[in-house]
């Protein structure tokens, strides 16, 4: 006769009944143990004696099937605790899938609930990596692909080094340094290294230098901007340039030829004073409610064809799908908020910086 598979026994022992399970404590679990324990014994011993059995002939009886009395109640105490081993083994080789059996009240429950809830994040944090790397892949094949589908034809003779194809190369090659210069920065804000350099700004000016710079790598956009006269913020230049740079670039390559990209900027509601509230809005095909929450998310492109997070058309192609993600953490840095507004046209998104503690500098 073969023996009996492990695997058949660990799944027959985990379906054991837990009947300590409503217990809050695990002090009161091992109270009880005991003392069901030594009441069993005795109860053994004492049903032995009217039937003529000595305590020598009863206590190994009562011994053993106290033991097996320990077994079936300590079973539930133990069980989870034997789990998150096999279940943490399981997560060093890279399966976060195993989950504990979590239905005890006490100490050891709230420890499986928690180790699930781990285990949990885990995943979602391996999914992201794997899909992080597969994304960055991506968005770096193509620029490459595209520059060395250009320089291999020049090289070859086939195509002539003319303006035209020598822009073309310099523009994949603006975009490839524009993805490594973003991930850098996100690097630096997931690393924590990423720090408030808190200014006194004025806003107008500021805004009026970032529609230049967004105008010059875009021609064929028009801004414009609408700002609370003589009003000024403390934040971080840098961080807010990000912000205000990104959204831009998000709104022209989604919004059509030849209308505007409005910029309104007024104070933060409330003293004291410094808080921001800054909104871009175009009048390209919006963001269907169902991807709002997503498109601050890492090389998020959205799957509608009116997305916002797709290339407009005619554009010589999208974004790198982090303009976004880099402008909401560079958002959360200020301990700011930035959310996708409802409008009955176009996409309209607020930033809103509080007034900061930091003295600026």
């Known amino acids: 006769m073969s023996a009996v598979p492990r695997g058949f026994v660990h799944r027959l022992w985990a379906r054991l009944p837990r009947p300590l399970d409503p217990l809050r404590s695990i002090k009161v679990k091992f109270g009880v143990v005991v003392v069901a324990t030594a009441c ?8 032995g004696y009217p039937l003529g059995f000595r305590a020598r002939e009863t206590l190994p009886v009562g011994i053993l099937i106290a033991l097996v009395f320990i077994q079936l109640l300590a079973h539930g105490m133990t069980a989870p605790l034997r789990e998150m081993t096999a279940a943490a083994r399981a997560m060093a080789r890279g399966d976060y899938s195993r989950r504990v059996r979590a239905t005890s009240r006490d100490e050891v429950g709230e420890l499986a609930q928690a180790f699930n809830r781990m285990a949990a994040d885990l995943a979602e944090v391996d999914r992201q990596r794997r899909e992080f790397v597969a994304n960055v892949s991506h968005e770096l094949r193509t ?19 003319t303006p035209d194809v020598l822009e073309t190369a310099l523009d994949q090659t603006e975009r490839l340094g524009r993805l490594v210069t973003q991930l850098l920065d996100l690097s630096r804000v997931e690393a924590g290294a990423a720090t408030l350099d808190v200014t006194d700004i004025d806003v107008a000016a500021f805004v009026a230098d970032v529609t230049a710079e967004a105008a010059a790598g875009r021609p064929e956009a028009v801004f414009e901007s609408d700002i609370v006269p003589g009003l000024r913020a403390c934040a971080d230049r840098d961080r807010l340039h990000q912000i205000v740079a990104n959204l831009l670039d998000n709104a022209a390559r ?22 921001l509230v800054i909104e871009v809005a175009d009048e390209g095909p919006g963001i269907p409610p169902e991807e709002r929450a997503r498109v601050f998310e890492r090389f998020s492109r959205g799957s509608s064809v009116g997305s916002t997070s797709g290339p407009r058309a005619g554009t010589p192609g999208g974004g790198t799908g982090l303009g976004l993600a880099i402008a909401s953490w560079a958002t959360d840095l200020h301990g700011g908020d930035i959310t996708v507004l409802d409008t009955p046209t176009g996409c309209r998104i607020r930033v809103t910086i509080p007034p900061t503690s930091g003295e600026p500098a």
């Not at 620029?143 to 195509?159: K, Q, W």
């Not at 989604?254 to 808080?275: E, L, N």
């Open 254 to 275: 989604h919004g059509p030829d030849g209308r505007p990209v409005t910029v309104t900027a007024r104070p933060f509601p409330g003293s004291p004073p410094g808080g």
């Open 40 to 47: 069993v014994a005795v109860l053994i011993v004492l049903w």
């Open 143 to 161: 620029p490459i692909s595209a520059l060395r589908a250009v320089l291999e034809n020049v090289a070859d003779g086939v195509t002539p080094a």
